[in-house]
């Protein structure tokens, strides 16, 4: 089979593309750490020019000789598609990573990203949201020092795509706080604050 590396030179079209989804993709180059943060960008880039199907749809090669014409059609835009999409995705890799990936397709790429890197950020992402969940204030503890630390996980979070209304992150603060705050948290209440834990 063909690899990426195999693509002629670039036509305008592929100028276009190439300049059109790195204007959107280049703040971000996957380090092996940022996979949530450098899909989205990867995603939005491949949707805006209608290539997303190139992650979800595996290039089967077929025989040009017996096919029909609509098919070798179908299979040369695909396979432009999909040279375009993996030239895209490596140069938005750290140089460790493109000298890893540059000969796999984009469909197998993304799988194999997938395994090895979105499942490692959704154990952190799971351990980081227990951690937020477990902060329960003792007394004699500073107020200041609790809500710092919930900031920190919760920062941790929106690292991680995980996105925190404001109004959510006060109630979950207040809910860690120990029941000689009552009186507080219902004066915060009837008083309607408005407030940020900024």
């Known amino acids: 089979m063909s690899t990426p590396g195999d693509a ?3 036509s305008s079209s592929t100028h276009h593309l190439g300049f059109s989804i790195l204007s ?3 703040k ?3 380090d092996g750490t940022n996979y949530n943060d450098w899909m989205h960008n990867i995603n939005m880039a491949l949707r805006v020019e ?3 199907y190139v992650l979800e749809e595996k290039l089967f090669e077929i025989d040009e000789a017996t096919t029909t014409p609509e098919k070798l059609v179908s ?3 695909h396979y432009d598609d999909v040279v375009k999409v993996a030239c895209i995705i490596v140069a938005t890799m750290s140089p460790e990573l493109k000298r890893f990936y540059e000969d796999y397709w984009p469909y197998e790429k993304k ?3 997938v395994e090895k ?3 490692r950020a959704r154990q952190v992402k799971y351990e980081f949201v227990k951690a937020l969940m477990d902060c329960n204030m003792k007394e004699g503890v500073f107020v200041c020092n609790h809500v710092e630390k919930m900031q920190r996980y919760a920062e941790c979070l929106v690292s991680l795509n995980v996105n925190f209304d404001e109004e959510l992150a006060i109630d979950m603060v207040l809910n860690s706080l120990p029941s000689s705050y009552d009186h507080f948290i219902l004066a915060y209440h009837l008083k309607n604050i408005d ?3 900024a």
């Open 117 to 119: 890197y979105h499942k």
């Open 50 to 52: 209608g290539k997303e």
């Open 24 to 26: 959107i993709v280049s």
């Open 28 to 30: 971000v180059t996957f």
């Open 195 to 197: 407030t940020t834990l």
């Open 8 to 10: 002629s030179a670039p």
């Open 111 to 113: 799988n194999e990203l």
């Open 75 to 77: 299979y040369k835009e």
